[in-house]
Every structure is written in C-alpha cells, then in structure tokens.
Antibody, heavy 126, light 107 residues
Framework: QVTLKESGPALVKPTQTLTLTCTFS??????????VSWIRQPPGKPLEWLAR???????FYSTSLKTRLTISKDTSKNQVVLTMTNMDPVDTATYYC??????????????????WGKGTTVTVSS | DIQMTQSPSTLSASVGDRVTITCRAS??????LAWYQQKPGKAPKLLIY???SLESGVPSRFSGSGSGTEFTLTISSLQPDDFATYYC?????????FGQGTKVEIK
C-alpha cells in the first residue's frame, strides 16, 4: 500500500524559509521511473504544481517559483524535502506531495500523480 | 508556461445527467493531460491520465477524450458521489500547470 504524509510547521512568519517533508511508504525513490511531486492550494483557489524530483535526482520547478524552491530526497529515509524561501502571506496554502508515475508513448514520457498525501496547511503571518 | 482554461467554472446538474467539462491548452500538448477530482477538505484523486486512460478503480462512467489543445472529461450518468471540483493538468512541458477547476453542483 502506497502512502505519503506531509509534515512541517503550521505557521511561519513573512520572510522566513519553509521546510516541508514528505514521508512515504510502499515504494522507493531509488527505483527507476519513480518520482515525487509537490503541489499547493491556497484557500478557495486552484491547485498549483510546485516541483518534482525523480529517482535519478533530476529536479523540475514551477517557472514562477523556481528561484525560491529547492527539492531534495533522502532515499534511505523515504523522504522528500521541499524548501521555500522568503515566505509571504500569499503562500498560505495546503501543501500536498504525490507519487508520480510515468510511461512511454511514441518515444515520449507521460506522467500522472496517482497517490497523494492528505496535505499540510501552512499559514504565513506575523 | 502553458495555460489551461476550463469551462464552465461551475456546472449545476442532477443525478443521472450526462456531464461534460472542457479543458483548453494555450498550445499543443498532444495527449499529455490528466484529470483529477477533489472534494472539500480532501486531496485530489486521479481519474484520467494520458487524456483518455482510466485510472485503476475509477468508475467507467468517467471518460476522457481529446488531443492537441482541446480535451473533455465526461461523466455519463452523474452519481451523488460525483459532486466535486474537477481539475485538468498538463505535463507536456517541464513546468506542469493545472486548470482553474470546474465545480459540479447539485441542481
């Protein structure tokens, strides 16, 4: 059974750095084609994809947030860590991590986020 | 970034209705699209990937179609459990993006 769980502070102050941890079970990030993504959702707003890390340590970031985001993995602990610098009240959101799978079609890869964590709510306020 | 536009933003329907949600991409994304269902206070749930592939365990009343820039999610006969918000998501580019969501409400 695949599970993911997000953890981190519920409250951060403006300008601080947020560190979130995704702890997962039921799969390994050392296995070929395994990936983990981070997604967030401000209250009452749509989903926003943030970042992805692959089994081979390739990393991908949201265009608008890439200067503030860092994603990393600890394969031995089955964890993925996302840091976001210079937090602002507009970053108040529920943050999700999700296992990301892939397949091949006509020499191109397709992806899908098949199992999600329940999310962790982060409020940015002084 | 590739922009994803869903229509309508809100849809009122009755149990048993056939429901169609449209998602348009700002550029050609081939078949690199997924659909998710989200209920209030819950994490999104994968329904469809690669535009038309049904995720395991998802009822067959859900179907996806389209390619290029226009895609649809169809619910053939709306059930009480289907009242939720639906999002499309593209993964054609390295920076993935979601649509703004379509809320399916009880009529």
């Amino acid at each position: 059974q695949v599970t993911l769980k997000e953890s981190g502070p519920a409250l951060v102050k403006p300008t601080q750095t947020l560190t979130l941890t995704c702890t997962f079970s039921g799969f390994s990030l050392s296995t070929s084609a395994m990936r983990v993504s981070w997604i967030r959702q401000p209250p009452g707003k749509p989903l926003e994809w943030l970042a992805r890390i692959d089994w081979d340590d390739d990393k991908f970031y949201s265009t608008s947030l890439k200067t503030r985001l860092t994603i990393s993995k600890d394969t031995s602990k089955n964890q993925v860590v996302l840091t976001m610098t210079n937090m602002d009240p507009v970053d108040t959101a529920t943050y999700y991590c999700a296992r990301t799978l892939s397949g091949k079609l006509e020499l191109r890869s397709y992806y899908y986020m098949d199992v999600w964590g329940k999310g962790t709510t982060v409020t940015v306020s002084s | 970034d590739i922009q994803m536009t869903q229509s309508p933003s809100t849809l009122s329907a009755s149990v048993g209705d056939r429901v169609t949600i449209t998602c348009r991409a700002s550029q050609n994304i081939s078949s690199w699209l997924a659909w998710y269902q989200q209920k209030p206070g819950k994490a999104p749930k994968l329904l469809i990937y690669k535009a038309s592939s049904l995720e395991s365990g998802v009822p067959s009343r859900f179907s996806g179609s389209g390619s290029g820039t226009e895609f649809t999610l169809t619910i053939s006969s709306l059930q009480p459990d289907d009242f939720a918000t639906y999002y499309c998501q593209q993964y054609n580019s390295y920076a993935w993006t979601f649509g703004q969501g379509t809320k399916v409400e009880i009529k």
